[in-house]
């Protein structure tokens, strides 16, 4: 569903190039979950963003569904990022103003969804998430676990086929760490979904498929 080969990303500070990492191949099959771990700049963010088509990579080639993404044009760049993929962060980035029912059904209407559509599979979410109760609380009255999850939702309601996790419960205690886990589980359980997550936690990169440490500037 989703690999590389070769990819190296550099960038240019000043008068001297900096190479996050060179020559990382992987592959991420349909409804596997895959944990990349690595010490701190080691370029794990990094390699997620390339993969997740938000930045270019200086040498090597990514294919999503065996098309190399580098032949294609940037609207259709960007048409194919928002068919596969949903993005979770560390920071919920959740829109304050707005329900949490309102954040998760967003992004439907942004990708010119209907607004029945987008609004049931956001009941759909609210209930898979546990939170039908919490509808209609904005983020300043949700617990971090309960953001977290809303964030996971809102990646969700396009059901996107890869979603790509960056430190997902880096802000969590470990009760709601797990339970964020327990809910991808239960999802992929229903629809393929493919995870590829990176995270500093032992515990939770435990319950992938596979682990990947990228290390020296490639993935081992």
Known sequence: M?????????????HEPLTVFHDVS?????NEMVCIV???????????????????PTEGVIEIEGRDVSLLRGSEIDALRRRMFGFVFQFHH???????????ALPGRIARRSQSESEQKAWELLEMIGLKDRASHRPAELSGGEQQRVAVARALVNQPKVLLMDEPT????RENGLRVLEILDALREQNPLAVLMVTHNPEIADKADRILTLEDGQIR
Not at 38 to 54: H, I
């Open 2 to 14: 989703l690999c590389c080969r070769g990819l190296k990303r550099v960038f240019v500070t000043g």
């Open 26 to 30: 992987l592959e991420l099959s349909s």
């Open 38 to 56: 690595g010490a701190s700049g080691s370029g794990k963010s990094t390699l997620l963003q390339l993969l997740g088509l938000l930045d270019t």
């Open 94 to 104: 959740l829109l304050p103003e707005f329900s949490a029912f309102e954040n998760i």
């Open 170 to 173: 880096g802000n969590l205690d």
